[in-house]
C-alpha cells in the first residue's frame, strides 16, 4: 500500500488502485452502522473524498498504515 500512497501523494489520479482496493472494505463497515444502503453509498464516498483530501499529509506509521488510517476516517 506505501508504494501505491506514495504515487497517489504525488499524482491524485493515482488514488484510483486504493479506492478500488478498500471500496467494498469502506462500504461493508459503513454499511454495518447505517440505516440504508443509500445512506452507506453516501458516507463511503465521503470518506474517500475526505481520504483524498488528506492525502498529501498521510505519513506511515510503524503500528498502523493505510488501511487503519482510511478506517479512523470512517469511523469519525
Same mark, same amino acid.
Given at each position: ?6 504515487? $497517489?501523494?504525488?499524482? @491524485?489520479? $493515482? *488514488?484510483? @488502485? #486504493? %479506492?478500488?482496493? %478498500? &471500496?467494498?472494505?469502506?462500504? +461493508? %463497515?459503513?454499511? #454495518?452502522? #447505517?440505516?440504508?444502503?443509500? !445512506? !452507506? ?9 475526505? $481520504? &483524498?483530501?488528506? &492525502?498529501? +499529509? ?6 498502523? +498504515? *493505510?488501511?487503519?488510517? #482510511? ?6
Amino acid at each position: 500500500d506505501e508504494a501505491a500512497v506514495a504515487r $497517489a501523494q504525488r499524482d @491524485p489520479a $493515482a *488514488f484510483a @488502485p #486504493l %479506492y478500488e482496493r %478498500y &471500496l467494498p472494505a469502506v462500504y +461493508g %463497515y459503513c454499511r #454495518l452502522r #447505517l440505516d440504508s444502503a443509500e !445512506a !452507506a453509498e453516501d458516507a463511503t464516498a465521503a470518506v474517500f473524498a475526505k $481520504a &483524498l483530501a488528506a &492525502l498529501p +499529509g498521510y505519513r506511515p506509521r510503524r503500528e498502523a +498504515g *493505510f488501511r487503519a488510517w #482510511l478506517f479512523t476516517i470512517a469511523h469519525r
